[in-house]
């Protein structure tokens, strides 16, 4: 499927992460990809992204350490399938 290509390739923008929190929200990772918070939630539920934290009762969040964790593992995947 075409779209799912286009989100792995979003998937590896190599974008600093910001410093302070060592938590993420919806919007920081928007930003980082660029695109959508809707379609982070979207990435999320069909498990491409890690799975974020529930920190609170309206208080969601993403651990920065498995977003760049799950990155880094993108990253080496594809640098396997282009040596095989």
Do not use: C
Request: charged fraction near 30%; avoid cysteine.
């Amino acid at each position: 499927m075409a779209g799912n290509t286009s989100r792995k390739n979003k998937l590896r923008s190599p974008v600093p992460v910001p410093g302070g929190s060592p938590f993420a929200t919806d919007r920081d990772l928007a930003e980082r990809y660029s695109v959508d918070r809707m379609t982070i939630w979207g990435w999320a539920k069909d498990g491409l992204i890690p799975a974020p934290l529930k920190l609170g009762r309206q208080t969601t969040r993403w651990r920065w350490d498995d977003i760049i964790a799950h990155e880094e593992r993108l990253a080496s995947e594809q640098l396997e399938a282009a040596n095989v």
